[in-house]
């Protein structure tokens, strides 16, 4: 397994923008693509976005296509989430994980490690 952990949430004004980091240690970070999901009070873990292990696949859950943006810099073990036009709704805690394979995928079945979350407060 791989441990990630997250940073760069917190409260933020609608509208507003934040950048998620997770750095990952651990097993070759490279070689398996990534993800964050959220997960909002009261309701279940949703998906948010994906990568491949070379960064050349992308997928966006169709709520956040053109506010937020998945990239991964495999040099740095480090994967992003840019979020702009941040609305209150994007509230949530957002978790980082890291796949079983190569290729992205919205199945959380698909992910083996996981962060601890960090919190993103979008305020109207």
């Known amino acids: 397994q791989v441990q990630l952990v997250e940073s760069g949430g917190g409260l933020v004004q609608a509208g507003g923008s934040l950048r998620l980091s997770c750095a990952a240690s651990?097993?070759?970070?490279?070689?398996?693509?990534m993800g964050w999901f959220r997960q909002a009070p009261g309701k279940e873990r949703e998906f948010v976005a994906t990568?491949?292990?070379?960064?050349?696949?992308?997928y966006n859950k169709d709520s956040g296509k053109g506010r937020f943006t998945i990239s991964r810099d495999n040099a740095k073990n480090t994967v992003y989430l840019q979020m702009n036009s941040l609305k209150p709704e994007d509230t949530a805690v957002y978790y980082c994980?890291?796949?079983?394979?190569?290729?992205?995928?919205?199945?959380?079945?698909?992910?083996?490690?996981w962060g601890q979350g960090t919190q993103v407060t979008v305020s109207s």
């Open positions: 994980a890291a796949g079983r394979g190569r290729f992205a995928t919205v199945d959380p079945s698909e992910y083996d490690s």
């Open positions: 651990g097993r070759s970070f490279s070689t398996n693509a």
């Open positions: 990568i491949s292990w070379t960064g050349g696949s992308t």
